[in-house]
């Protein structure tokens, strides 16, 4: 018999805290998890879900645009942002119901309040409540982090803009990331005029240079305006619109501003300084390659760790802590070869090293490419290229990354990633024969 309440206490039930829960459940420990929001996290409830789902719903844009090459008449179509909004809301609901049955079937006992540590072995609930548990772990995620200039609070977040009560539009995006290309794509492809401030010259950064410049060529063709090395400077009420200066040029009007400058980890006011919890400058708790902190019985997993802030990564870091803490079988998990991919339109995708990276950390490297129409394009007047690259280490043919802009091409990679894992050669490429018609055949005919 433990002298704790629970074996386990998670503090946030995103992917990270609800995947270790379930495996600490299932490996026989008495666990509980506090939640202070939703069940599900940053990817289920406001991150990557319903961010897809309103991809795809942009996705019709273009689609019906090149239907009538393919023989269909669609006459009267219109877009309607609420029923979008409605059913990817219903659909977050769904999946909160499915997340909150994983918990309740393993015997996780849910508090639906915010937690803090009290002490190593403390958690405070918000309703006054203390409990005792033998290993905490904090699985928290991260908090969209807005710059500081004048009236920041008028302008929205990741958080915000799947809740809006119409469609902007216009629409200023703030920042170069994952989350800035892929709202300001999905508004576009839905009509709202859409402007992008970056502060430097670079979007995308750590993606292959080639794949993100053919991103930003396709982008600005489908009539995003991109305000390069520029800033907000502040930002204004006007009427029913906002003005955001950037201290160049005449402020932009626009309906809405969204600032999507990077998340950082969630870990203020958690009471990690009762308990010696060591953070790195930005916040992140520090933790061993066991996700393990400076305190012995707390561990942390996911966003809050600021490793790879992404959702598979989570569930895999939450896995290998309840198996190596309460499943006898002690384990790291492996942060090499990583696929992943930014839902633009069309998307990018990558694997393993980048051009410059492998350039700089290998002798010789041979790029092979492929820049290519693809056929759903031939066949309309769409002018849009895809472009697809594999970097080979020239000594033993070794594939070191793939890199991938085109339709579907985060389908393709996720398989083309195996194969990188794998360790194998540009030859295995080259003696698969290729699967035609079809984009992903590409890989396989690089030259
Ligand atoms: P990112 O880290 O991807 O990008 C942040 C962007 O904001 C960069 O362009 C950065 O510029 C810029 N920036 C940072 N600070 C400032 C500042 N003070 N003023 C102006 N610009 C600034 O963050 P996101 O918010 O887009 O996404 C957060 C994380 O969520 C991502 O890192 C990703 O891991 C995850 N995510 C993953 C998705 C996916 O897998 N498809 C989708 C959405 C999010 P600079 O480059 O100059 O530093």
Known sequence: MSDYDYDLFVIGAGSGG??????????????????????????????????KMLVYGSMFAEELGHADKYGWTIEGATFDWNALR?????????????????????????????????????????????VSAGT?????????????????????????????????????????????????????AL?????????????????????????LHIAMERGIDFRMSCEIEKVERDGDCLLVHTGTENPIRADQVLIATGRKPNSEGLGLENVGVELAGNGAIKV????????????????????????????????????????GNKRTIDYDNIPSAVFTQPP????????????????????????????????????ERGLYKMIVDDTSGKILGIHMIGPESPEILQVAAVAVKAGLTKQAFD?????????????????
């Not at 009509?191 to 401030?197: K, N, Q």
């Not at 809050?304 to 802590?321: K, N, S």
Request: proline residues 4%.
């Open 18 to 51: 609800v995947r270790a829960s379930r495996i600490a459940a299932s490996h026989g420990a008495k666990v509980a998890v506090a939640e202070e929001y939703r069940i599900g996290g940053t990817c289920v409830i406001r991150g990557c879900v319903p961010k």
């Open 86 to 130: 409605s059913f990817v809301m219903a659909d977050v609901d769904r999946l909160e119901g499915l997340y909150g049955n994983t918990l309740s079937s393993h015997e996780v006992e849910l508090f639906r309040e915010r937690a803090t540590i009290a002490g190593p072995h403390e958690v405070t609930l918000a309703s006054g409540k203390t």
């Open 136 to 188: 905490i772990l904090i699985a928290t995620g991260g908090w969209p982090s807005v710059p500081e200039f004048p009236g920041n609070d008028l302008c929205i977040t990741s958080n915000e803009v799947f809740h809006l009560e119409q469609q902007p539009k216009s629409l200023v995006v703030q920042g170069g990331g994952y989350i800035a290309m892929e709202f300001a794509s999905i508004f576009n």
């Open 191 to 215: 009509g709202t005029e859409v402007s992008v401030i970056n502060r430097s010259d670079k979007v995308l950064r750590g993606y292959d240079v080639q794949i993100v410049e053919r991103m």
């Open 288 to 327: 061993d390659e066991y996700n393990q902190t400076s305190c012995e019985s707390i561990y942390a997993v996911g966003d809050v760790t600021d490793r790879v802030q992404l959702t598979p990564v989570a569930i895999r870091e939450g896995h290998a802590f309840a198996d190596s803490v309460f499943g």
């Open 348 to 383: 990018l995708a990558g694997v393993g090293m980048t051009e410059t990276e492998a350039r700089s950390q290998y002798g010789g490297v041979k790029v092979y490419t492929s820049d290519f129409r693809p056929m759903k394009n031939l066949f309309s007047d769409h002018v």
């Open 431 to 447: 003696d698969t024969v290729a699967l035609h018609p079809s984009m992903a055949e590409e890989l396989v005919l690089l030259k």
